[in-house]
């Protein structure tokens, strides 16, 4: 049973940063492309960044390009993000993603990942 379990997520002041982290266990961790996606009250779930499987390929939101960082450890299998700069608008439950596609199958879509966490919230203030 594969796993997923986001933390890290909790009430900033916009500027703050936080670094979130998703645990895997059930899985070759080495062996699926991971995501983080966002959702926001009353929007759709929206993709914020994607890696590869070995950590060299990243790719980024334009919303959230130059102030956060998807990096992964596959010797703990886990992901992480850390986010900078926060801005009200990054308000939103943060999910992590598992694919089994290589990122050359465009990992900005929602339907490419097989996996998903529970969620963490992450609220920043004005």
């Known amino acids: 049973q594969v796993q997923l379990v986001e933390s890290g997520g909790r009430l900033v002041q916009a500027g703050d940063s936080l670094r979130l982290s998703c645990a895997t266990s059930?899985?070759?961790?080495?062996?699926?492309?991971m995501g983080w996606f966002r959702q926001a009250p009353g929007k759709e779930r929206e993709f914020v960044a994607r890696i590869s499987r070995s950590g060299v390929s990243t790719y980024y939101a334009d919303s959230v390009k130059g102030r956060f960082t998807i990096s992964r450890d596959n010797a703990k299998n886990t992901m992480y993000l850390q986010m900078g700069s926060l801005k009200p608008e990054d308000t939103a439950v943060y999910y992590c993603?598992?694919?089994?596609?290589?990122?050359?199958?465009?990992?900005?879509?929602?339907?490419?990942?097989?996996?998903w966490g529970q969620g963490t919230q992450v609220t920043v203030s004005s």
């Open positions: 993603a598992a694919s089994r596609f290589p990122v050359s199958f465009g990992l900005e879509s929602r339907d490419r990942y097989d996996y």
């Open positions: 059930g899985h070759t961790f080495s062996t699926y492309a």
